[in-house]
Every structure is written in C-alpha cells, then in structure tokens.
C-alpha cells in the first residue's frame, strides 16, 4: 500500500502516491514519461509540461472517467489533487449550513470564475458530487478547449456550461443572469500583479525542481497571461470579486475564492467587510509542504440561509 497523504481531505481520491503501473493501465502513454528517480521512486518530470499533462489524463480518467482531456500548449495543466481539495472542503462548506449534509442533487449549481482550458473543477465537482455548473472565461482559446472537452465525455454535455466574459473588468456581471441562482462560485485568481512577476514565480518554480541549470524558462504548469497575473494582484481581482458579489448577494449563497498569500487575507477581510457581508470563512487546506487556502463569504442570514436550504437541498 502507497504511503497516506494525510495532508490532503478524507474524500481525496489522491491521498495515496501515485500507483503509476495502475495509471499507465489506464492511461498507456503514459508509460513515455515514467522513470525511476534519484530516490528509488517510479515518478515523472514535474518540469516538462508534456509528462504533467499525460500524468494529468491518466488521473482523470483513472479516477474520474474521462477518457477524453486535452489542452492547447502553453494553457495552465494544474495539479489534479489540489483542484480536488477545493471542491471537496466546498461540499464540507455546503454541508456546514445543511445538518452536515452535503447537497448533491442535481439542481446544485456552482460557477467556476476562470474556467481555463482544462475544465478541472467543474470534472471533479459534477463526478464526485453530481453538481451542475456554468464555467465563466475571457480567453475564446480556452473556451473552445474547454467545450471539447465537454462534449467528448458525454456524460459532461448537459453538467457543464461555458460562458464567456466579453467584458475583461466584470467577474459576475455578465455572466450571473437575471434570476440565477448559484449554490457558490469558486475562483483560482490570478496572483501575480504583472507578466515579469509571473516568469520570477516560474524561475523559482523550477529551481525547486532543481531544473534550472541554465536553461530558458517555461512553467511547467503552463498558464496564459489571463490565467497568471492582473494589475493589482491576486487582492485587486478579489477585491473586484467582493465588489460585484454585492450586487448579486440573493442569488449565490456563498462566494468563494482561492488565496495564494497569506499576506493578502487582512486586505481581502477588509473588502468584504466593506461590502456588509453576513459571514466571512477562511478554509486551510495543505498539499504537502504547500500551504493553502480559500475564503468564502455569505450576504445571506439565518433565515435567508434556512430558506435557502428548505427549498433547494432538502
């Protein structure tokens, strides 16, 4: 048996190490990039964004049955047991305010802000849990990604829908249409403030890798310019985020949103306290020597939150 990844949630399929002959079953190109590391260990190259990708289809189709995943070069390919932590504390935050059950009917709804090329979130929320969901993106390439994705796994074609933001400098307005209801949103910001501090992230990325040696750098995750930075950082985009959640404050029982630095959370406590929210949370979660985050808000009070609850989960 693998070693446990306490670190990770307890409905993390990923808590174990990878059993890379059960993925390369799944998934046989895989077995291109497998080899045997410094430590003794089956693993691959975290630094090349080829191997990180098949890693990527053999997961998701091993766990998730998606027999269909791909995404153009250079689009952000992110780690799959991470994504899978936020949906799961997600559905913990939804059983929170509902007896310590977790909704899963399939009026659950939620919106991924920043849907990106890869569709991770919405996969693994509509597999694990049967929620539905809209995925809200400025870029037309990962749209058109995203779409193909969808409707090669038929099982994802009446689950998921791709929304684009016309307008660059809305996050909700635009999308969230007059009368929608959303059970939450969730968010991976952008949280650089600009194009040369996303390539210093990178540069130190891959020297903890210790795959610098000289070479020209690429991220090893990928990720566009929409994907990576936003003048202001990560607590301008929050910021604009809490800013327009306000004026959709009846119709999405909790906004969320993942935060990079902890540095940026007094900032983001503040906005939202500006905004009169009813309830702010701030959720832990650690991938293994990695420390993150995310923090929800609510307008909703008790008795808008039990009416909520009365005519949507139960």
């Known amino acids: 048996m693998s070693a446990e990844k306490t670190s990770l949630h307890p409905r993390n399929k990923h808590r174990f190490r990878y059993d890379f002959p059960e993925l390369i079953e799944s998934y046989p190109e895989l077995k291109n990039h497998v080899a045997v590391n410094s430590y003794g260990d089956e693993s691959i190259d975290f630094s090349d964004p080829e191997a990180v990708k098949s890693l990527n289809k053999a997961l998701l189709k091993h766990f998730y049955s998606i027999s269909h995943w791909d995404i153009p070069a250079g689009y952000l390919c992110p780690p799959i ?17 509902n007896n310590c059950v977790i909704p899963t009917r399939k009026s659950v709804k939620g919106l991924d802000v920043g849907l990106g ?19 809200s993106e400025i870029d037309s390439g990962a749209i058109k990604a995203a779409k193909a994705i969808i409707s090669s796994n038929a099982g994802l074609t009446n689950a998921i829908n791709c929304r684009v933001q016309s307008n660059k400098q809305h996050i909700f307005k635009g999308i969230i249409k007059p009368g929608e209801l959303f059970d939450f949103t969730m968010c991976n ?17 891959l020297q903890n890798l210790g795959k610098q040696k000289g070479k020209e750098v690429t991220l090893n995750f990928g990720g566009q310019n929409t994907e990576l930075w936003y003048d202001g950082g990560e607590v301008g985009f929050i910021r604009k985020m809490v800013e327009e959640s306000a004026a959709f ?17 007094p900032f983001i406590y503040k906005a939202i306290q500006n905004f009169n929210a009813f309830e702010v949370r701030t959720i832990e979660m ?3 020597q990695k420390i993150s985050r995310f923090v929800a808000w609510t307008f909703m009070d008790f008795e808008k939150q039990e009416n909520w609850r009365k005519t949507r989960w139960v």
């Open 81 to 97: 047991p991470g994504r899978a932590d936020y949906v799961h504390y997600l559905a913990d935050l939804l059983a929170s305010v």
């Open 117 to 135: 090329a890869n569709c991770v979130y919405p996969i693994i929320g509509h597999k694990e849990y049967g929620w539905g969901f809209v995925g």
């Open 189 to 205: 910001p952008p949280f650089h403030s600009s194009a040369e501090e996303a390539q210093s992230g990178t540069k130190r990325k």
């Open 249 to 265: 404050a009846n119709q999405c029982f909790w906004f969320s949103t993942l935060v990079s630095k902890s540095s940026s959370l």
């Open 286 to 288: 650690a991938q293994g």
